[in-house]
């Protein structure tokens, strides 16, 4: 059987550079290129060039290499020629392969928006897709609006749809821009659209401003549009767009859509996926979603011990796919809400050996689930849990001893009198019977621990040399100043690995420096330091 092809355009850099708090780079916009470049999807919308500097010069060379490197504008200007429309100008005369114009497509806009008449914005649209196919661009419509429209005055949005594909408009775009339009609606005003523009020409916008976005976006496929405009991590304005990371799969994965259709995503560029949209996270500086489809870091994590039980007999049984194929994992949370299964399987994912009949599993357990019951969360702290099972085994040396801490931050003017606050940390530790006292300054009393504590180990100072924290996050588990306080830190070393330790206490400080020892002895544990 004969699958048919579904293009992928991707918008992130265009659409998605609307979204709130995010603001690209010229060299953010390089990566992000290169990256879906190698994912394999279809089109890469770069931007508007000339809307700011940043666009301008992205569009200064084609940025893609197998995809089709497609600018973004306007259609023409009212009451302007082609030759004299600057925004349009722009467009055609950047380094790209195809331009998309958004072209409105309801009545309602052309006349309160753009103050023209039905007939003048028709005009437009096809003196814009003519001019880039002379130009020698592949023309595509975004038809802004199309359902608002259609459901307003059906004629009208099928005329402009139809004005464009007449022209020779390679794709004619049906945007969901207010994301209002619920999959069924999709469906039936597709139908009508294909009466007028062939499906094979037809692509879809949808907007998730009801949670939609991808909902609608399949349903357009199976009324018979043939491109998905989409961005990763459902980045865009608002509610952001249809997101890819979950499409994808989605499209490659389900048999419903694999068995009739293909993408140009490879099995090997799905098998990336996760690693791409986290990664992607760490670029724009901001956590990524943990309950994501497919690639979040609880797509593929249990808690229930029964569900546990069960997924390690048949993972057919919890999981709708193989977490492998878009590159996640499988995790069996260790919680109070889990049993020995869960244990066992996070036991052996993260390289602790042990025997299912030990006696010290349930004593594990137990302490795991009154740790639990404290605030500890060990489904995110992979390093600390290490240590505290490894521990229960016996196997963590005690590499140092911790006297006592202090931090003092006092906040005075300078020489030059300026008022600032400084933190100063002292940490007294022993390390082979030798008592270490060491101070230091830094930016707050966490860094200026962490500095303290790092600043002298003894021997065991080469192997934390190449230490560093990467992050550090504060969760407040209860109300009030007196609140009970969970600490994350994140730590990376020269290798490149990542790990994440935990601390909890009514004392944020507390808190803090527990995770910081966890995170050194840890270090030292995974550097094979020789016990004291």
């Not at 879906?36 to 893609?64: I, K, M, W």
């Not at 949370?333 to 036991?347: I, P, R």
């Not at 490149?496 to 030292?524: C, H, M, Q, R």
Request: charge should be negative; proline fraction near 4%.
């Amino acid at each position: 059987m004969t699958r048919e092809r579904v293009y992928l355009f991707d918008t992130t850099l265009r659409d998605g550079a609307q979204t709130a708090g995010v603001d690209f780079t010229l060299a953010d916009k390089m990566a992000v290129a290169t990256t879906l470049d190698r994912l394999g999807v279809d089109y890469v919308e770069g931007g508007y060039p000339g809307a700011n500097p940043t666009d301008t010069a992205f569009f200064s060379e084609n940025r893609t290499t197998r995809a089709t490197f497609v600018a973004f504008g306007m259609t023409k200007r009212a009451g302007r020629s082609v030759e004299n429309d600057p925004g349009l100008q722009g467009v055609l005369q950047a380094k790209a392969a195809a331009c998309c114009f958004v072209g409105k497509s309801w009545d309602f806009h052309v006349v309160h928006a753009l103050g023209i008449t039905l007939e003048e914005n028709i005009g437009q649209i096809r003196e814009t897709v003519a001019a880039a196919i002379e130009a020698g661009r592949e023309a595509m419509i975004d038809c802004e609006h199309f359902f608002d429209g259609y459901k307003a005055n059906p004629d009208y949005a099928l005329a402009c749809a139809k004005a464009a594909y007449d022209a020779g408009a390679r794709w004619v775009v049906l945007c969901d821009t207010n994301g209002g339009t619920t999959p069924d609606e999709v469906a039936a005003i597709v139908a009508k659209a294909k009466a007028v523009v062939p499906g094979e020409n037809l692509g879809i916008h949808a907007h998730d401003d009801m949670g939609l976005a991808v909902a609608n976006s399949l349903a357009a496929v199976d009324a018979g549009v043939r491109q998905i405009q989409g961005a990763l991590n459902g980045l865009g304005e608002r509610c952001g767009n249809a997101n890819l990371a979950t499409l994808i799969p989605t499209l490659k994965l389900k048999p419903d859509y694999a068995e009739r259709f293909e993408i140009g995503v490879s099995d090997e560029g799905l098998a990336t996926l996760t690693q791409l949209s986290r990664a992607f996270d760490e670029l724009l500086n901001r956590p990524s979603n943990r309950h994501a489809p497919y690639v979040g870091a609880n797509a593929f994590a249990t808690k229930a011990g029964i569900h546990a039980s069960a997924i390690l007999k048949d993972p057919r049984t919890y999981e709708h796919v193989a977490p492998e194929s878009v590159g996640n994992h499988r995790r069996l949370l260790v919680s109070d809400q889990g049993g020995k299964s869960n244990l066992v399987s996070e036991l052996a994912r993260i390289g602790v050996e042990v025997g299912k009949a030990d006696p010290r599993l349930d004593r594990l357990l137990a302490e795991v689930k009154r740790r639990e019951a404290e605030g500890y969360a060990y489904e995110g702290a992979d390093a600390s849990f290490a240590l505290l099972a490894n521990r229960a085994l016996g196997r963590v040396p005690d590499f140092f001893t911790i006297e006592s801490f202090r931090v003092m931050v006092e906040r005075r003017h300078n020489a030059l009198g300026e008022l600032v606050t400084m933190s100063e940390a002292v940490v007294k530790l022993t390390v082979d019977g030798e008592t270490l006292i060491t101070a230091a300054e830094g930016n707050g009393p966490i860094n200026a621990l962490d500095v303290a504590l790092r600043k002298d180990l003894g021997r065991y100072q080469p192997y934390i040399a190449d230490l560093r924290l990467t992050d550090y996050k504060v969760r407040i588990l209860n109300g009030g100043t007196e609140a009970v306080t969970r600490v994350l830190i994140e730590s990376t070393d020269g290798g490149g690995v990542v790990w994440t330790t935990v601390g909890v206490s009514p004392n944020i400080i507390d808190a803090s420096f527990e995770a910081l020892v966890d995170s050194l002895t840890y270090k030292l544990l995974k550097a094979g330091a020789p016990a004291p």
